[in-house]
C-alpha cells in the first residue's frame, strides 16, 4: 500500500510539472503566410471628409473635364500641339499628359467624381444639403458615372465620331441633374 501511496504521489507531482513545463514552453513562431494574413487586416478607414460646396466640386473638377471631352469634337486631339511649356499648361490638350491621354483623363475624372456628389455632408452653394437622399441622385450620379466610362472608351478608341457619342452621352446626363437641381429662377430655390 505504501508503493502504491508513494507512485501516486510521483504520478501527482511528475503531472504537476509536465502541466507547468508545457504551460511554460513557448508559443511557436506564427508561419509567414499567418504572419502575411494578420498583416492585411486594416483599421477602418476614416469617413470621407467634405471641403467643397457642390458649386465649387462642379468648377474644380466636373466643368473642366467636360470641357476636354466636348473640346475633343471640335479638334482631333493628336492635333493639338504642346504647348510651350506643357508641364505648366492650362490647356489640358496642350499639357504633358495631353491630346487624347488628356480626353482619356478627363473621363475618368467624371466618372470617379461622380463618388464626390454622393459624399454625405456636402453642400449646395445656397448652404441646403446635396439631395443624396432624393430617389433621382443616385440615378443622376450613376448617370454620370456611365457617361464618363462612355468618353473614356471613346477616347481610347481615338475616334472623334465616337467621340461626338459620349459627348452627347455627357450633356444629357448633366442636363438631366442640372433641369431638376440647378436650373432654378434664385439661387436659394436650387438643390430642392
Not at 475624372?109 to 430617389?135: D, F, H, Q
Request: proline share 8%; net charge positive.
Amino acid at each position: 500500500m505504501r508503493t502504491y501511496r508513494v507512485v501516486l504521489v510521483l504520478l501527482a507531482w511528475m503531472g504537476t510539472w509536465t502541466h507547468i513545463a508545457l504551460g511554460q514552453t513557448p508559443t511557436p513562431a506564427p508561419s509567414a503566410a499567418s504572419a502575411q494574413k494578420k498583416s492585411v487586416v486594416a483599421a477602418p478607414a476614416p469617413a470621407p471628409r467634405v471641403y467643397a460646396n457642390l458649386a465649387q466640386l462642379m468648377r474644380g473638377i466636373l466643368f473642366p473635364a467636360s470641357n476636354v471631352i466636348f473640346a475633343a469634337q471640335n479638334d482631333d486631339p493628336n492635333k493639338i500641339p504642346p504647348a510651350k511649356d506643357p508641364a505648366t499648361a492650362t490647356d489640358l490638350l496642350a499639357s504633358s499628359y495631353g491630346q487624347w491621354q488628356a480626353v482619356e483623363n478627363s473621363s475618368l475624372a467624371l466618372s470617379e467624381a461622380a463618388t464626390l456628389l454622393m459624399i454625405p455632408g456636402r453642400k449646395c452653394s445656397n448652404g441646403l444639403p446635396v439631395p443624396i437622399r432624393n430617389a433621382d441622385w443616385p440615378k443622376f450620379v450613376q448617370g454620370l458615372r456611365d457617361a464618363g466610362m462612355t468618353a473614356y472608351k471613346a477616347a481610347q478608341s481615338k475616334n472623334t465620331d465616337n467621340i461626338l457619342t459620349a459627348a452627347d452621352a455627357i450633356t444629357e446626363a448633366c442636363a438631366n441633374c442640372h433641369n431638376k437641381y440647378r436650373e432654378k429662377p434664385t439661387l436659394a430655390d436650387r438643390c430642392k
